[in-house]
């Protein structure tokens, strides 16, 4: 009953408080869809299969009015099925995004979904990320990415949480946003739309103390500051993947800086012109990239109004994407690898096939010397993430982790993504985040 009465002002709220100005202006034109064709395609042939991972997908699908009807029932019937065989092992944002997937709109009648159960675990979830914070000197059980996620689906989804707990941990300068001590954008934008949230929901609420709603205002526009402060010369916020996720934020958030410090057309742009280079082959990418040229954001999230169908207008075929795997008849091409623990350098110089991905050199290595290069991977939304090498496990409690360079350089691609080059140096290092 409670929420029968409070959301369509919810709605209201967000609707008028929220610019929605910087999304029209920053659109990709009618004319200019078809530049977003390969990034659908990426996103409809990905393996929804692999289940949770799909979240991110159908979220940017439904936003984006990219599906039809049929295509959303079935997946959605599907994904239904994942996550109540999956939750009690989800981590808090897997969940908090299949939420907001499942609730992105109303979707075909017959499909009832019971988002009180989903949200009251939601709840648990989060309380364990602040409970593990206490416990591990201030280090959540994943990461801020996913407690904004949290809290961005618990404010939408009216979820119960704490507005002042909120207004402390979320502070700027917390040590969450960093990692080696770079700020890091993605995080910062998924705060960001959390907190434009919280923000926009108590705006006129009596109960809730300005002095908690102040702070949240500055921390939105402190973290404004640190994202346009990581604006590349061509426009991008951060790197490649991180600027759909900024451009969301920025959107959103128009009245905490000026219009001059953001020429989203510019952004907009280079992102086209990525496309057409071919960057987002990763359906998780393309999925993060694609709400913000729709000119959509997290925020358009809304299970009470219905979903828009597409009706085919880019004749998608389904056929499987193209294999990375590189031919065997392909030339051999050698590679410096080693495994670094603290001052311990482990080198091998191994063959493998030109076109092959760092986690083909990693396997060629752990196949002729198993003792120092045996190592362990996850799949996930990202593809395979390294959890160990040589036994020895990334654990987040003390924010330790593999992390992957390549002639000295710190990577912005993942093992299973970065394609190697004759002489490349690599390392897989045991560091601190
Ligand atoms: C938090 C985070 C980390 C943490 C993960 C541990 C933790 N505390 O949770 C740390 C700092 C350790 C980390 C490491 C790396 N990360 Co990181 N990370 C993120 C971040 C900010 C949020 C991930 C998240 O929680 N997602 C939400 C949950 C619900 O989804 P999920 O799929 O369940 O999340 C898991 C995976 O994302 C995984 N993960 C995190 N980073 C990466 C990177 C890759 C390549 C893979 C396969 C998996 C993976 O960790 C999450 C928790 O288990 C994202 C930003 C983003 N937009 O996604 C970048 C991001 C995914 N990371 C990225 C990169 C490049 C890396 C590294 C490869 C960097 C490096 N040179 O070593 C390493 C991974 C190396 C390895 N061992 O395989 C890129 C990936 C880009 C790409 N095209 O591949 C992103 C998009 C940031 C960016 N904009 O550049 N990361
Ligand atoms: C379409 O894109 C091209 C190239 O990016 C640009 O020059 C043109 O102005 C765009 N058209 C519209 C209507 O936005
Ligand atoms: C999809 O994923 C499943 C499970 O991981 C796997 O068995 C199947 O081969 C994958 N299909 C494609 C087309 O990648
Ligand atoms: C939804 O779940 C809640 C909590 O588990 C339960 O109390 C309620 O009866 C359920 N509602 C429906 C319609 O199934
Ligand atoms: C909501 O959460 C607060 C603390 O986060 C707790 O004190 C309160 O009892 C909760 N209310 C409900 C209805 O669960
Ligand atoms: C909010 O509270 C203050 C004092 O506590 C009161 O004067 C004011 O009228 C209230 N405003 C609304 C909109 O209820
Ligand atoms: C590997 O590194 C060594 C030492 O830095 C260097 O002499 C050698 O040329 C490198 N080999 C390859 C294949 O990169």
């Given at each position: 009953?409670?929420?029968?009465?409070?959301?369509?002002?919810?709605?209201?709220?967000?609707?008028?408080?929220?610019?929605?100005?910087q999304?029209?202006?920053?659109?990709?034109s009618?004319?200019n869809?078809?530049?977003?064709?390969?990034l659908?395609?990426?996103?409809?042939?990905s393996?929804?299969?692999?289940?949770?991972?799909?979240?991110?997908v159908?979220?940017?699908l439904?936003?984006?009015?990219?599906?039809?009807?049929?295509?959303?029932?079935?997946?959605?019937?599907?994904?239904?099925?994942?996550?109540?065989?999956?939750?009690?092992?989800?981590?808090?944002?897997?969940?908090?995004?299949?939420?907001?997937?499942?609730?992105?709109?109303?979707?075909?009648?017959?499909?009832?979904?019971?988002?009180?159960?989903?949200?009251?675990?939601?709840?648990n979830k989060f309380?364990?990320?602040?409970?593990?914070?206490?416990?591990?000197?201030?280090?959540?059980?994943?990461?801020?990415?996913?407690?904004?996620l949290?809290?961005?689906?618990?404010?939408?989804?009216?979820?119960?949480?704490?507005?002042?707990?909120?207004?402390?941990?979320?502070?700027?300068?917390?040590?969450?946003?960093?990692?080696?001590?770079?700020f890091?954008?993605?995080?910062?934008?998924?705060?960001?739309?959390?907190?434009?949230?919280?923000?926009?929901?108590?705006?006129?609420?009596?109960?809730?103390?300005?002095?908690?709603?102040?702070n949240?205002?500055?921390?939105i526009k402190?973290?404004?500051?640190?994202?346009?402060?990581?604006?590349?010369?061509?426009?991008?916020?951060?790197?490649?993947?991180?600027?759909?996720?900024?451009?969301?934020?920025?959107?959103?958030?128009?009245?905490?800086y000026?219009?001059?410090?953001?020429?989203?057309?510019?952004?907009?742009d280079?992102?086209l012109t990525?496309?057409?280079?071919?960057?987002?082959?990763?359906?998780t990418?393309?999925?993060?990239?694609?709400?913000?040229?729709m000119?959509?954001?997290?925020l358009?999230?809304?299970?009470?109004?219905?979903?828009?169908?597409?009706?085919?207008?880019?004749?998608?075929?389904?056929?499987?994407?193209?294999?990375?795997?590189?031919?065997?008849?392909?030339?051999?091409?050698k590679?410096?690898?080693?495994?670094?623990?603290?001052?311990?350098?482990?080198?091998?110089?191994?063959s493998?096939?030109?076109?092959?991905v760092?986690?083909?050199?990693m396997?060629?290595a752990?196949?002729?010397?198993?003792?120092?290069?045996?190592?362990?991977?996850?799949?996930?939304?990202?593809?395979?993430?390294?959890?160990?090498?040589?036994?020895?496990?990334?654990?987040?409690?003390?924010?330790?982790?593999?992390?992957?360079?390549?002639?000295?350089?710190?990577?912005?691609?993942?093992?299973?993504?970065?394609?190697?080059?004759?002489?490349?140096d690599?390392?897989?290092?045991?560091?601190?985040?």
């Amino acid at each position: 009953m409670r929420q029968s009465h409070q959301l369509p002002l919810v709605g209201l709220l967000l609707f008028s408080l929220i610019p929605r100005q910087q999304c029209e202006i920053c659109k990709v034109s009618k004319e200019n869809k078809t530049a977003l064709k390969p990034l659908i395609h990426t996103m409809i042939n990905s393996n929804y299969t692999k289940g949770i991972q799909a979240a991110k997908v159908l979220l940017s699908l439904r936003l984006g009015g990219f599906l039809n009807q049929n295509q959303d029932q079935h997946l959605i019937e599907q994904f239904i099925l994942t996550v109540r065989s999956t939750e009690p092992s989800l981590t808090s944002g897997q969940l908090a995004l299949a939420i907001l997937a499942l609730g992105a709109c109303k979707g075909p009648d017959g499909i009832s979904i019971n988002y009180s159960e989903l949200v009251g675990d939601l709840e648990n979830k989060f309380q364990a990320e602040i409970k593990n914070m206490e416990d591990h000197d201030g280090n959540p059980l994943t990461s801020y990415y996913q407690l904004s996620l949290d809290v961005l689906a618990l404010c939408l989804f009216s979820g119960n949480y704490s507005i002042p707990k909120v207004a402390e941990i979320f502070k700027p300068g917390n040590k969450n946003y960093y990692f080696h001590e770079q700020f890091s954008v993605d995080t910062g934008a998924m705060a960001v739309l959390a907190l434009i949230c919280v923000r926009s929901k108590t705006r006129g609420q009596n109960q809730t103390d300005t002095k908690d709603l102040d702070n949240i205002d500055n921390h939105i526009k402190l973290l404004i500051r640190k994202i346009l402060s990581q604006k590349t010369e061509n426009g991008l916020l951060g790197n490649i993947d991180s600027t759909g996720e900024a451009m969301q934020a920025l959107f959103v958030s128009s009245d905490y800086y000026n219009k001059n410090q953001w020429v989203c057309q510019k952004t907009r742009d280079t992102v086209l012109t990525e496309i057409s280079q071919g960057a987002f082959r990763m359906p998780t990418a393309a999925a993060q990239i694609l709400p913000a040229l729709m000119g959509k954001t997290y925020l358009d999230v809304n299970k009470d109004s219905s979903c828009v169908y597409g009706s085919d207008t880019f004749h998608i075929s389904t056929q499987k994407p193209i294999s990375v795997t590189p031919a065997d008849s392909a030339p051999q091409i050698k590679v410096n690898y080693s495994v670094v623990i603290h001052n311990a350098k482990d080198r091998i110089v191994v063959s493998v096939a030109d076109g092959s991905v760092f986690l083909n050199v990693m396997e060629q290595a752990q196949k002729e010397n198993a003792a120092l290069f045996s190592f362990t991977a996850e799949e996930t939304s990202w593809g395979p993430y390294i959890t160990t090498v040589r036994g020895i496990k990334a654990n987040t409690n003390d924010r330790t982790y593999w992390e992957l360079l390549s002639n000295g350089k710190h990577l912005s691609k993942g093992a299973g993504s970065y394609v190697v080059h004759a002489g490349d140096d690599l390392e897989v290092r045991w560091s601190t985040y």
